[in-house]
């Protein structure tokens, strides 16, 4: 893993700011979703992209009963 450098505080609500070079360099916008996950001892945060719930890719993307699914997946699913 590699460190940054970049040390925060967090608020009386939680919160942390991430600075813009790291928004920037990630692609980060205003309003967009942040994955949390946890690894041992390690909070880390990834920013969230749609993807199949089957192969993970995240082209071309429909939403059927509460899931995504590419159209290559459900065209092999129809198949079946």
């Known amino acids: 893993m590699k460190s940054t450098g970049i040390v925060r505080k967090i608020d009386e609500l939680g919160r942390i ?3 813009i070079e790291l928004r920037r360099n990630f692609d980060i916008k ?6 949390i996950y946890t690894d041992d001892d390690m909070i ?4 969230f992209q749609r993807s199949c719930a089957f192969c993970r890719d995240g082209e071309d993307l429909v939403e ?6 590419c159209t290559s997946c459900l065209n092999e699913l129809k198949k079946k």
């Open 17 to 19: 700011v991430l600075p």
């Open 30 to 35: 205003i309003k967009d979703s942040i994955e």
């Open 44 to 47: 880390v945060l990834k920013k």
């Open 64 to 69: 059927y009963k509460g899931k995504n699914i």
